[in-house]
C-alpha cells in the first residue's frame, strides 16, 4: 500500500535514540512515505546514527539549531503535494497518512488535517484531543470534521504548496506555539483546518525535554501572535488574561519581557486578520480559558 501523496518531516536536536525509533516507525509504514530530517545542530552523533541505521532517510544538517525553521528548510525539499509534520518522540500511525491525503484529495478547500494523539507507553488520549474534538470553530458543511483554529505540528499533514505560500513556520518564534500563527494567516488566505477521529499519532514524550525554555518560548509566542494579528481590544484582553493566569514565576516574567522587547518588529509586522478569522480566534479564546488541557508550550 506505497502511497506516494505525503513527505514526512522531522526536526531534531540531541535526541539521537527518540529519533531511532521514530525513523523505525515511519519506515515500517504501509505508505513507505519519503522521510526528510533536519539535524537541528545535534552533538550527539544524531546524523551519523541516521546515515548508518536509515540511509533512505534524507537528512539535513543547517548547523545551528532552528527550531522549527528547520521544518521550513526541509519543505524546500518536498516534491509531493502534502506534507506531513511529526517530533523526533512521535509517529504516525499505519494507514493514517494515506487516510489524511485521501482527506485532502476529496475537499479542495481544506489545508490542514490534524490527528488523534495517543500517549505512549500507556496509549493512552492526549487531553488535548478532547479540545480539538469539541472546537467551538463553525465550519462549513463539507468539512469532514470538527474545524480547527490551529493544529498541533507533530500530528498535522498539510498542503505543501499552500504551506510554503503562507511563509511556513515565523522564524522568529523559533518553538513553543509556533503553529498558532501559521493557521491563521492559512485561515486569512481562505483554507480550512480539521481534527480527523480515525486517523492517529503515537506520542512518547521525550525525558530530555526542556519544559522550562518551551513554556517561556510559549507565553512569548503567544502574545507575539496576539499583537501580530489580533484587532487591539481582543489583544488586550488577551494579554491581561495571560498575566492574569501563568504561573507567577522567573519564567512568565521572562516571556513576557522577552514579548516586550520586540514590540517595534511586532507592531512593524502587524497584519489584523480579516474579521471573519478573527471571530474564530474569539471563540477559541474563550473556549481555552475554560480548559483543562491547554498549555502555554504549543
Known sequence: MTDPRTTVVVITHNRRPELLRTLGHLAALPERPEVIVTDNGSTDGTSAAVS????GVRLLRPGRNLGAVGRNLAVRHVRTPYVAFCDDDSWWAPGALSGAADLLDRHAG???VTARIVVEPDGAEDPIVEELRNSPVPGPRWLPGPALGSFLAAATVLRTDAFRRAGGFHPKL?????????????AADGWWLTYAEHLMVHHYPSTTRDSTRRRRGGIRNTLWFTWLRRPVRPALRRTL???RTVPRDTTSLGAFAEALAALPWVLRDRRVLPPEVEARFRLLEDSQRRSKARRYTG
Open 174 to 186: 523559533w518553538l513553543g506555539g509556533e503553529e498558532e500563527l501559521l493557521a491563521a494567516d492559512l
Open 241 to 243: 488574561h495571560l498575566a
Open 110 to 112: 481544506l489545508v490542514a
Open 52 to 55: 548508518r541505521c536509515h540511509p
